[in-house]
């Protein structure tokens, strides 16, 4: 069983910053690379970036030049680096992963981790 173990954070004024983690054991050998979601109270989850296993890293356009994901293979570890955060970053966040298993896709969750940004 897969397990993707959430750390990070918490509560900040606007215009601050905040780091989430995601550690999972082996996650570069995940064929679908790690992503980071989010969902604020009373919406749909929002994809927010991607860090695929060629490197390629993409972002929701609402936080590029203030989000920042990277790795650290050494600690099976994802970071979304969270900065100049806005009220409207308040939401819950997730890391996600995926394998196949019997030849099927299987994603895989973290947690999840409150973020609250106040104005």
């Known amino acids: 069983q897969v397990q993707l173990v959430q750390s990070g954070g918490g509560s900040v004024q606007a215009g601050g910053s905040l780091r989430l983690s995601c550690t999972v054991p082996?996650?570069?050998?995940?064929?679908?690379?790690m992503h980071w979601y989010r969902q604020a109270v009373g919406t749909q989850r929002e994809w927010v970036s991607s860090?695929?296993?060629?490197?390629?890293?993409t972002y929701v356009d609402s936080v590029k030049g203030r989000f920042t994901i990277s790795e650290d293979k050494g600690k099976d570890t994802v970071y979304l680096q969270m900065s100049s955060l806005k009220p409207e970053d308040t939401a819950m966040y997730s890391c996600m992963t995926c394998a196949v298993v019997a030849g099927h896709v299987v994603d895989y969750w973290g947690q999840g981790t409150q973020v609250t940004v106040s104005s």
């Open positions: 082996g996650f570069a050998s995940f064929t679908c690379g």
């Open positions: 860090l695929l296993t060629d490197g390629k890293i």
